[in-house]
């Protein structure tokens, strides 16, 4: 039988039954499309997670004074002072600097902060509870707040404790609604401060508006504002984002070292905290990752239901056929002219309904799902297809060799 | 039967010189299951077919005709002895072969009439041509001459679930004889029919043995024996008579 014929004859049996064939077609294609697009929606949002970690910064710790997160952040070097206990070293600009200067292997530099809360004004218009930022010049390279116009601060204006200011974008607009605020000057409590930048804006992550900051000379804010007594924190930045966990150790080490204190001790207080974004935020993308393998699990199910399905329609029908299969055998069919017509059957069905889910599925990737949009996963694609015709290969194409490679009469006494 | 265009004598057999058998069966035995549950249908059954023959072979129900009738047809395979179709042993062809036998010399006629639903009565006629590589159009013609020989040219469209019983067998002979060969053999084919389609069928089987064809017909009506020259009676898997009605049927010479 030739090829031509064998094509024939598969289509006839393609259209003789058709509601068998849209089943099997219907099957095949939800398997294919829920398989491709449950991944692309993981895939979407492990893909949005690690956008937010880059974007965030991923080779920084940050050490707070105090122990624990209550006292951290925005209370003011003021507070984190009072609520330290005289007696215990506590985290001040000098053991900063110590750090700074250990020689750690995975440490780049170290951003030492103090922060506190005040208004801001530019003639009438003021602005109350900005966080005003004490720090040093690598700050602008080491966190993600950057310069966008004017400079940042220098060295020499931390040693002159100069009263300059890099303010943030909202501030800038607040109060300097038309012009450049560059070269202008700001009321900082009670100080008149030289702007010399405005900072780029940034994504907003929590609930504090990160634009609403001044940055000063941490000489100059700790003079002016907060004392010589603790800092609220320091930024640490490791040498690259796989040093991370690495330079957090030697950095604990260092200042349990400088700040007399013994983890292991259960009386004494921890006179710091180091927090780690990008260790949180890898977290989520674990459970981005989870979360993807859970939808794969779930995608593999409805692909083996519809492979199941497909299976089953293929078992009966070629059952149903066996006694089709005696009569062509009886009329002078070879095993290999009906193995073709079957083979030809089954997988012309199968891509076809394979072929129908996957642009199904890369239609349904184009809208964004619950806020993520899905990215479709290059190798879903040839694996669902692969895998649900396989399926319907095996199962179409097996039942089928039984039949053909039975003697006729067998065949045809089969119901 | 209406006359049609197509003559029988399309569908004759190439001339055979009546010596010759086309089938012989040597110590033929069938054994259905294994120990104690073997059923023995066919017991060593000798026998030789001329070309051109028309036999009836009659006997009991279970007594084993089917059985027979699928071992000559190459629809299954006997436990032991030999069948020679045409001088070739048939048990040591391989399944390329037998197919190749089946569709080339044995036109099966089914008791039950066999044929593929949903496809067409052309499309039913066609399929035996399908497997011996006949190219589309002859086939389609060869088909159509088939149907009008049976009387059925104003139904090849028509899909079996459509057609009467007897029409139903008609397509099935058609089917039979389409390949023109060497024997036609039919298993009850009149069984499930009434007696007009049954005279229809009779009719055509007739005419094709006056065509030169060689027939073997299993039946259980005697009237349908009389159209046999030759008649075999079967019982418990054994030949147990051999009668011939008259002699070996003359070809009508086509004019
Ligand atoms: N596939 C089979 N398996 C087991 N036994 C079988 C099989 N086919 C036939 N037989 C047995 O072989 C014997 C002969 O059966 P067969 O069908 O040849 O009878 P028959 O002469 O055609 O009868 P009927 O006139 O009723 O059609 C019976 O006893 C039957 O039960
Ligand atoms: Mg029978």
């Given at each position: 039988m030739s090829v031509f014929e064998t094509l024939r004859s598969a289509f006839r049996g393609i259209t003789a039954n058709k509601l068998r064939s849209a089943l099997t077609l219907l099957g095949v294609m939800i398997g294919v499309g829920a398989v491709i697009l449950l991944l692309a929606v993981g895939n979407g949002s492990s893909q949005r997670i690690s956008g937010l970690i880059t974007e965030l910064g991923t080779n920084t710790i940050t050490v707070r004074a105090g122990s624990g997160f209550g006292f951290g952040g925005g209370g003011g070097g003021g507070g984190a002072a009072t609520t330290a206990s005289s007696s215990s070293p506590k985290l001040t600009l000098d053991v900063a600097n110590e750090v700074a200067k250990?020689?750690?292997?995975?440490?780049d530099a170290v951003v030492p902060e103090v922060q506190t809360s005040l208004t801001v004004a530019n003639g009438a218009t003021s602005q109350t509870s900005v966080s005003v930022i004490g720090t040093t010049p690598n700050y602008f390279t080491v966190t993600t707040a950057k310069v966008g116009a004017g400079s940042g601060f220098t060295a020499a204006d931390v040693t002159s404790a100069a009263k300059v200011a890099v303010i943030g974008s909202t501030i800038a607009n607040t109060l300097f609604p038309t012009g450049t605020p560059v070269g202008q000057t700001i009321d900082v409590g009670g100080n008149t401060f030289t702007i010399v930048g405005v900072l780029a804006t940034q994504a907003s992550v929590g609930v504090n508006d990160p634009n609403a900051v001044v940055v000063a000379p941490i000489s100059r804010v700790q003079r002016s504002f907060t004392g010589f007594g603790a800092i609220s924190s320091m930024v640490v930045e490791a040498i690259d984002s796989n040093s991370v966990t690495a330079a957090q150790g030697e950095v604990s080490v260092e200042l349990n070292q400088l700040l007399k204190y013994?983890?292991?001790?259960?009386t004494a207080t921890a006179p710091y905290t180091v927090t780690n974004q990008a260790t949180l935020l890898q977290t989520a993308a674990q459970s981005a990752q989870s979360f993807t393998v859970l939808l794969g699990a779930v995608a593999a199910i409805s692909l083996l239901v519809g492979g199941i399905g497909v299976t089953n329609v293929m078992l009966v029908t070629v059952t149903e056929r066996t006694r089709e299969i005696g009569i062509r055998k009886a009329l002078g069919a070879t095993r290999s002219a009906i193995l073709g017509q079957f083979l030809v059957e089954a997988a012309s069905l199968t891509l076809l309904g394979g072929v129908l889910g996957v642009v199904a599925a890369l239609f349904g990737a184009q809208f964004p799902i619950n806020g993520t949009q899905p990215v479709v996963l290059g190798y879903s694609v040839p694996l669902a297809l692969g895998v649900s015709v396989a399926i319907g290969v095996f199962f179409g194409v097996y039942p089928a060799a039984r039949a053909a490679a039975m003697r006729p009469i067998q065949a045809l006494r089969s119901i | 039967m209406t006359p049609a265009a197509a003559s029988i004598d399309d569908f004759a057999a190439a001339p055979t010189t009546s010596s010759t058998p086309v089938l012989e069966l040597r110590d033929i035995r069938q054994v259905y299951?294994?120990?104690?549950?073997?059923?023995?249908?066919?017991r060593g059954i000798d026998l030789e077919v001329t070309g051109g023959d028309y036999v009836a072979i009659m006997g009991p129900s279970g007594s084993g005709k089917s059985t027979l009738m699928n071992l000559l047809g190459c629809l299954d395979i006997a436990s032991s002895g030999q069948y020679l179709l045409g001088g070739v042993d048939v048990s040591s062809l391989d399944d390329r072969a037998l197919a190749k036998v089946r569709n080339e010399q044995i036109g099966f006629v089914f008791q039950s009439f066999n044929l593929i639903p949903r496809m067409t009565a052309l499309s039913n006629v066609e399929l035996p041509l399908i497997y011996g590589g006949v190219k589309r159009a002859e086939r389609r013609q060869l088909a159509r001459e088939a149907l009008e020989l049976v009387g059925l040219a104003d139904r090849v469209n028509h899909l079996p679930q459509a057609l009467s019983g007897g029409q139903q067998q008609r397509v099935a002979i058609a089917r039979a004889l389409v390949t023109s060969p060497t024997i036609v053999l039919a298993d009850e084919p009149t069984g499930n029919l009434d007696s007009e389609s049954t005279d229809d069928v009779l009719g055509i089987l007739d005419s094709l043995s006056r065509a030169g064809r060689t027939i073997v017909v299993i039946t259980h009506e005697n009237n349908v024996g009389d159209h046999a020259a030759r008649v075999l009676s079967i019982r418990d898997g054994l030949l147990v008579a051999d009668r011939r009605n008259r002699p070996l049927p003359t070809v009508e010479v086509a004019a």
């Open positions: 250990a020689g750690l292997g995975h440490i013994n983890p292991a001790s259960l | 299951g294994e120990g104690e549950a073997a059923v023995h249908a066919i």
